[in-house]
C-alpha cells in the first residue's frame, strides 16, 4: 500500500514515523510546500499530563522531546496590577521549530521519503497512491477538494491576535489583561526555553480598530503591544516572526474521510490555543490512525474504525477549547468583575473544571477564592 501524507507539521511526521515503526517496509511518502524549518510562532504549550499518551504508547519520542520541555505547576493572572496564583495547573512548553526538527528525525530514523517544497496543486498528482491523508493545516487541499464530502465548515472568530516572542522568562504560564486608552487586550506568555518566551496578544475587534492596527506595519503594530504591555516586558523587546493579526479559523467537518481520502490535525478540527491542546490533537489523531490501519486490512474499514474511536474523545476536548474561545471572545466584560470572580470566571472557562476539582488540585487558589467573598 502507498501512502500520501500531504503535511510536515506534527500530525504528518508524526503519523509517518508510526506507520513506519509499525510497518518497516512501508511506502509512505510526507510532502511539505515549504521548508523543513519554516515556521510561524515560538513556543507550544501542553497541559501537563497532555503527553502521558505519549510516553504510554511511544517511550523514545517522548524520552526525545521531554528534555526539551519548559514545565511549571501554576497559572498567574495579571488584572489591575493585582497578580493572582492559580496553583496545581501545570503545564510544559517547547520551541515549535524544536519540536519539528525531533519529530523530523524520528522520521528520518525509520527513513521515510518527506519531500519538502513541494507544493501539491491537485489531488490528480496522487492518483498513484492507495491512501492520502490531509495533514496539511486549516487551509487543507485535501478538505477544501471535497468540502461537500467532508461536510467542512470553516469560519473565524472576531478576536485579533499577534503571535511575537520575548526574550523575557517567564515563570508560569501568565496571562496579562489591560486597559488601555483605545480598549481591552490581553496577552498569553510562557517561556519555551530558559531564555525564550511566546507572547500572544489578543485584542477585540473594535479596539484592534480604535487602535489602527490595520493600518500599521508588523514593526509599528509590534512597538505598540511593547507599549501596551511594558509592564509584563519589563523593557523587553517583542520579537517578531511572521507576527501579523489574525482571527483563530475555527474548522469542523461531518464526516472525516472520503474514499480513500481522511483528515487530522487542523485540516480536521482547531482548539483555541488558550488551552493549550492543539499539538496534543494533533499527535493523538495520528495514533488513533495508525491503530486503525492496523486493526484493518481494507482501507475504507479503517478510515470508519478512526472517526468511530476517536471522534468522542476529540468532540469532547473541542468543547471545552470552544468554551474557553467563547470567554476570550469576550473577555473585555470579564475584565469588570471583581478579582475573585473574575479568576474563577477565567479557571471554569472551559466547563471542564469545577470548584470542587479545584478543591482538589488548586487549595491555595480555593482558599484566596473564598477569603476574598466573605
Known amino acids: 500500500?502507498?501512502?500520501?501524507?500531504?503535511?510536515?507539521?506534527?500530525?504528518?511526521?508524526?503519523?509517518?514515523?508510526?506507520?513506519?515503526?509499525?510497518?518497516?517496509?512501508?511506502?509512505?511518502?510526507?510532502?511539505?510546500?515549504?521548508?523543513?524549518?519554516?515556521?510561524?510562532g515560538f513556543g507550544v504549550v501542553f497541559s501537563d499530563r497532555a503527553l502521558e499518551f505519549l510516553r504510554e504508547d511511544d517511550e523514545e519520542t517522548y524520552a526525545a522531546i521531554e528534555p526539551h520541555m519548559e514545565s511549571w505547576h501554576d497559572i498567574t493572572l495579571v488584572l489591575r496590577g493585582e497578580r493572582i496564583v492559580i496553583d496545581g495547573i501545570g503545564f510544559a512548553a517547547i520551541g515549535r521549530?524544536?519540536?519539528?526538527?525531533?519529530?523530523?528525525?524520528?522520521?528520518?530514523?525509520?527513513?521515510?521519503?518527506?519531500?519538502?517544497?513541494?507544493?501539491?496543486?491537485?489531488?490528480?498528482?496522487?492518483?498513484?497512491?492507495?491512501?492520502?491523508?490531509g495533514a496539511d493545516g486549516v487551509n487543507s487541499l485535501v478538505r477544501r477538494t471535497f468540502a461537500d464530502?467532508?461536510?467542512?465548515?470553516?469560519?473565524?472568530?472576531?478576536?485579533?491576535?499577534?503571535?511575537?516572542?520575548?526574550?523575557?522568562?517567564?515563570?508560569?504560564?501568565?496571562?496579562?489583561?489591560?486597559?488601555?486608552?483605545?480598549?481591552?487586550?490581553?496577552?498569553?506568555?510562557?517561556r519555551y526555553e530558559t531564555d525564550k518566551s511566546t507572547f500572544i496578544v489578543e485584542t477585540d475587534a473594535a479596539t484592534f480598530e480604535r487602535a489602527g492596527f490595520a493600518d500599521r506595519s508588523e514593526a509599528e503594530s509590534r512597538a505598540l503591544c511593547e507599549r501596551i504591555f511594558a509592564e509584563a516586558l519589563e523593557g523587553e523587546p517583542l520579537i517578531s516572526n511572521n507576527s501579523i493579526w489574525r482571527q483563530f479559523p475555527v474548522?469542523?467537518?461531518?464526516?472525516?474521510?472520503?474514499?480513500?481520502?481522511?483528515?487530522?490535525?487542523?485540516?480536521?478540527?482547531?482548539?483555541h490555543f488558550s488551552i493549550g491542546s492543539g499539538t496534543r490533537l494533533a499527535l493523538e489523531d495520528a495514533i488513533a490512525l495508525d491503530r486503525a490501519l492496523a486493526a484493518h486490512k481494507d482501507i475504507a474499514a479503517a478510515l470508519a474504525a478512526y472517526e468511530t474511536a476517536r471522534r468522542p474523545i476529540l468532540e469532547k476536548?473541542?468543547?471545552?477549547?470552544?468554551?474557553?474561545?467563547?470567554?476570550?471572545?469576550?473577555?473585555?466584560?470579564?475584565?469588570?468583575?471583581?478579582?475573585?470572580?473574575?479568576?474563577?470566571?477565567?479557571?471554569?472557562?472551559?466547563?471542564?473544571?469545577?470548584i470542587e476539582r479545584l478543591r482538589k488540585h488548586s487549595p491555595r487558589f480555593v482558599g484566596w477564592y473564598e477569603r476574598a467573598r466573605l
Open 1 to 40: 500500500m502507498r501512502i500520501a501524507i500531504l503535511g510536515a507539521g506534527p500530525a504528518g511526521l508524526y503519523l509517518s514515523y508510526l506507520i513506519k515503526r509499525r510497518v518497516p517496509d512501508a511506502d509512505v511518502t510526507v510532502l511539505e510546500q515549504n521548508p523543513a524549518d519554516a515556521t510561524f
Open 97 to 133: 521549530l524544536k519540536l519539528l526538527r525531533l519529530l523530523q528525525a524520528r522520521a528520518a530514523s525509520l527513513r521515510v521519503t518527506a519531500v519538502y517544497g513541494c507544493a501539491v496543486k491537485s489531488l490528480d498528482e496522487l492518483a498513484d497512491f492507495d491512501l492520502v491523508v
Open 149 to 190: 464530502k467532508f461536510g467542512a465548515s470553516t469560519g473565524a472568530l472576531s478576536n485579533r491576535f499577534a503571535w511575537f516572542g520575548t526574550a523575557k522568562r517567564f515563570e508560569t504560564l501568565t496571562q496579562s489583561f489591560v486597559a488601555s486608552e483605545w480598549g481591552a487586550f490581553t496577552a498569553h506568555h510562557y
Open 251 to 271: 474548522v469542523h467537518n461531518e464526516h472525516w474521510s472520503h474514499g480513500k481520502y481522511v483528515l487530522l490535525g487542523d485540516a480536521l478540527h482547531t482548539a
Open 317 to 354: 476536548l473541542v468543547a471545552g477549547a470552544n468554551g474557553s474561545a467563547d470567554w476570550y471572545q469576550r473577555f473585555a466584560d470579564h475584565m469588570k468583575l471583581p478579582a475573585a470572580e473574575f479568576a474563577m470566571s477565567y479557571i471554569t472557562r472551559s466547563g471542564r473544571v469545577d
